[in-house]
T-cell receptor, first 113, second 116 residues
Framework: DQQVKQNSPSLSVQEGRISILNCDYTNSMFDYFLWYKKYPAEGPTFLIS?????DKNEDGRFTVFLNKSAKHLSLHIVPSQPGDSAVYFCAASYTGTASKLTFGTGTRLQVTL | SAVISQKPSRDICQRGTSLTIQCQVD?????MFWYRQQPGQSLTLIATANQGSEATYESGFVIDKFPISRPNLTFSTLTVSNLSPEDSSIYLC?????????????FGSGTRLTVV
């Protein structure tokens, strides 16, 4: 049972444009969500997070939106840069589970020149 | 956030042997987490390691196959035992960090295991 889903395995965006990566979850007990970026041969790097009490969190070029009623979150990257090309994972956790993360399947973003 | 040194970065092992992966953290942490990423798949939690107690394993993972050591608050090892080709994966350790209203998890650089 995949509780966190990223339905787009890949995405290609032109440099300077907006990249939108989507994530859906099924477990309504999740109350904290994170986005990670992963390059080959490296561990995941934390990008941004959001608590369920908010619907938006912004950090520089990265903004995460949370729609609790739809159980959907998205990561916006504006403007996209070639260095953003990587695999992006969304992850979710909920209070009381010893901080365990449940990851999505990942979306490979390619930013083209 | 904490810095994690994980080694080895990669290894090729014969089936039936074992591989021990080490993670060293630059600060004391209560819990360390071990994940596995099988080829083309997401990260899956193997177990949570607390210092001074036995690790807590997720469904589908057992101590005999994935014994974990946590001798102090900055170090942990994961052993993958009796290797088979199905164990070929990336293994990662992780620790939690907190920063004001937010928290997150830092990951080691991963160990790419290939079983032949």
């Amino acid at each position: 049972d995949q509780q966190v889903k990223q339905n787009s395995p890949s995405l290609s965006v032109q440099e300077g444009r907006i990249s939108i990566l989507n994530c859906d979850y099924t477990n309504s007990m999740f109350d904290y969500f994170l986005w990670y970026k992963k390059y080959p041969a490296e561990g995941p790097t934390f990008l941004i997070s959001i608590s369920s009490i908010k619907d938006k969190n912004e950090d520089g070029r990265f903004t995460v939106f949370l729609n609790k009623s739809a159980k959907h979150l998205s990561l916006h990257i504006v403007p996209s840069q070639p260095g953003d090309s990587a695999v992006y994972f969304c992850a979710a956790s909920y209070t009381g589970t010893a901080s365990k993360l449940t990851f999505g399947t990942g979306t490979r973003l390619q930013v083209t020149l | 956030s904490a810095v994690i040194s994980q080694k080895p970065s990669r290894d090729i092992c014969q089936r039936g042997t074992s591989l021990t992966i080490q993670c060293q953290v630059d600060s004391q942490v209560t819990m360390m987490f071990w994940y596995r990423q099988q080829p083309g798949q997401s990260l899956t939690l193997i177990a949570t390691a607390n210092q001074g107690s036995e690790a807590t394993y997720e469904s589908g993972f057992v101590i005999d196959k994935f014994p974990i050591s946590r001798p102090n608050l900055t170090f942990s090892t994961l052993t993958v035992s009796n290797l088979s080709p199905e164990d070929s994966s990336i293994y990662l350790c992780s620790v939690e960090w907190t920063g004001g209203a937010f928290y997150g998890y830092t990951f080691g650089s991963g160990t790419r295991l290939t079983v032949v």
